[in-house]
């Protein structure tokens, strides 16, 4: 669910290139860039009523990263 979430944002993306899997890195795989990210963030929070520490943002580097975090901050 998360990962459909996920695609969805970033495939209406004008930056976005690529397949999207879940270990497609957001920059080199998807060619985003971290506004994008923050964008994809910014949905992602609104959705799921969630808040990401800068930590964890910074650690985001594949899709895979981005939903565990969200699945880590559901529970």
Known sequence: MEFQFIKEIIETN????????MNS???DDLGLDSLDLYAIVMEVEE???IEFAAETLERMETIEDLVKAIQEAVK
């Open 14 to 21: 004008d930056s976005f290139s690529g397949q999207i899997t």
């Open 25 to 27: 890195t957001i920059t």
């Open 47 to 49: 959705k799921y009523d």
